[in-house]
């Protein structure tokens, strides 16, 4: 599984901006998917994550009511959707993704990084004050 991800850039705070990733191959819908960020000089955080199903979703506190994680699943695409944006949200968002059992659950270890199977290679996001 290759992840390729882009969308990434620079926007003012308040603005938005939309992410995605791409991942090649035929099992995308086998991997509960993930993004992370990290800021420089700090560990990478988890974001968000979403079931294979795309009904279940999961939000870092600090991203909760402000960012949108989905998918489509004929399109092998997951998307991070981020509104009103802040200068702390600036960092190299990755996306992540990971095999599960669970069709319809996010299941143990969805937010830790290192349960992640396949990494894409980041995209940039800034948010200016």
């Known amino acids: 599984v290759q992840l390729q991800a882009s969308g990434g850039g620079l926007v003012q705070a308040g603005g938005s901006l939309r992410l995605s990733c791409a991942s090649s191959?035929?099992?995308?819908?086998?991997?509960?998917m993930g993004w992370f960020r990290q800021a420089p000089g700090k560990e990478r955080e988890f974001v968000a994550a979403?079931?294979?199903?795309?009904?279940?979703?999961d939000y870092a506190d600090s991203v909760k009511g402000r960012f949108t994680i989905s998918r489509d699943n004929a399109k092998n695409t997951v998307y991070l959707q981020m509104n009103s944006l802040k200068p702390e949200d600036t960092a190299v968002y990755y996306c992540?993704?990971?095999?599960?059992?669970?069709?319809?659950?996010?299941?143990?270890?969805?937010?830790?990084?290192?349960?992640?199977?396949?990494w894409g290679q980041g995209t940039q996001v800034t948010v200016s004050s």
């Open positions: 992540a993704a990971r095999q599960s059992m669970s069709w319809t659950h996010l299941t143990t270890g969805f937010t830790t990084g290192h349960r992640y199977d396949y």
């Open positions: 191959g035929r099992t995308f819908s086998s991997h509960v």
């Open positions: 979403i079931s294979r199903s795309g009904g279940s979703t």
